[in-house]
């Protein structure tokens, strides 16, 4: 490395150690956020606040509660007597569901006929509602399987001489089917972006509050010199914080690895081009740190809203489909749940490496150019 670029390296390394601020949003922000993430972005309902209507009070009535409780997704907290008090409940937003068991429930199953259990959920939110849905379901169908294999048994039939064919289900990749296994992994994409666009882009806006970066223009620095200089000391603490993060989602989160932890960060490199690209030409077109946070967050609201970090893309309509194709974080969260998930390699995400690496040379590129201009 020429001397001239080295000592601006170690110059823009120590810019950063002394701006205490923007360390420790480099270095502890990105590992409070995937702590956060880790335990809040989950889409699996615990402590589903639950009333309970049981007017049967037999020992399969009680069997049935069991099994509710048993899921560990509810919350048995409320025994109550009578629609008054579900609807006073719901109303007020204390439960989210209630089950009414009716009487006689025992009596019509021993007697081989059926018998109806109630679930009135609270609807207000959909996306909870639509689980709490399909948890009932499963425990609905569960107990409802138990009551009828349990009357085949008496009449000596075997449940599976009824059944034509069976549907054998099996779960690869997250057999547990753990949200946190699928949200985890993302939040390593989104911190790898966000450092290497926040650290280039406020390196250069701070030049030019301070009025430093004519200073720097005049230096016997060469354009290509300056610009690599500055990406450095990004691209380093972007790599860091990557490591951290995996740290964390393995050790602490305890998700998976089933791929090549040395591929991941590979590409992870090549991604960390894009942020910086992105943050090196938000400073082109920025000329204070507001407008720069103001433009960054234009440019990273649609990062995270279209890419599949939370909405799958196959629900969007085939317009905004289309659009995510121009995202490149889309590319980057396949790869990393594939190699975190599935321990797939690069023969089998290629189809997604090709796009990221063409968007971050043409975006580097670009950025490069225009800043080179600013200079000239």
Do not use: C
């Not at 008090?85 to 009596?107: C, M, N, Q, W």
């Not at 034509?164 to 547990?176: H, V």
């Not at 882009?201 to 005049?218: A, D, N, P, R, Y």
């Not at 090709?354 to 800043?371: E, G, H, K």
């Amino acid at each position: 490395m020429d001397s001239r670029l080295f000592h601006f390296v170690i110059k823009e390394f120590r810019q950063l150690f002394r701006d205490q601020r923007m360390l420790r949003v480099a270095l502890v922000m990105p590992v409070i956020q995937l702590l956060m993430f880790g335990y809040i972005a989950s889409t699996d309902l615990k402590n589903i606040t639950t009333a309970i209507m049981d007017e049967d009070r037999t020992s399969m009535s009680r069997a049935y509660i069991r099994s509710i409780e048993n899921t560990g997704n509810f919350t048995l907290k409320y025994y109550v007597e009578s629609q008054k008090e579900i609807t006073r409940l719901l109303d007020s937003g204390k439960a989210a569901i209630a089950v009414h068991i009716p009487r006689y429930f025992e009596k019509k199953l021993r007697s081989g006929g059926s018998a109806d259990v109630q679930a009135i959920i609270d609807g207000s939110n959909s996306s909870n509602a639509t689980l709490i849905m399909g948890y009932m379901n499963q425990i609905n169908f569960s107990n409802s399987n138990a009551v009828m294999n349990e009357r085949l048994d008496k009449a000596g039939i075997s449940s599976r001489d009824l059944i034509p064919f069976a549907l054998e289900t099996r779960l690869w990749y997250n057999p547990e089917l753990k949200s946190l296994y699928f949200m985890v992994p993302a939040i390593f994409g989104q911190i790898l972006m966000m450092i290497s666009m926040i650290l280039t882009m406020f390196s250069v806006v701070k030049e030019k509050e301070k009025g430093t970066i004519e200073q720097l223009m005049v230096t016997p620095l060469k354009p290509y010199e300056l610009i690599i200089g500055k990406l450095i000391p990004s691209i380093t603490v972007a790599v860091l914080d990557s490591i951290f993060a995996f740290l964390v989602a393995v050790l602490w989160f305890r998700v998976p690895i089933h791929g090549s932890p040395i591929l991941l960060f590979i590409l992870g490199l090549l991604f960390s081009i894009t942020g910086l690209g992105i943050g090196l030409f938000i400073s082109t077109v920025s000329k204070n740190q507001r407008q720069a946070i103001m433009t960054n967050n234009l440019i990273m609201s649609p990062q995270f809203i279209l890419s599949g970090f939370i909405f799958p893309i196959a629900s969007m309509p085939v317009i905004i489909q289309a659009i995510t194709h121009l995202i490149p974080l889309r590319y980057f969260l396949i790869i990393v749940r594939g190699i975190f998930l599935k321990g797939i390699g690069l023969r089998y995400l290629w189809s997604e490496v090709w796009p990221m690496v063409i968007f971050s040379v043409v975006i580097l590129t670009l950025s490069v150019t225009r800043f080179r201009k600013k200079l000239d």
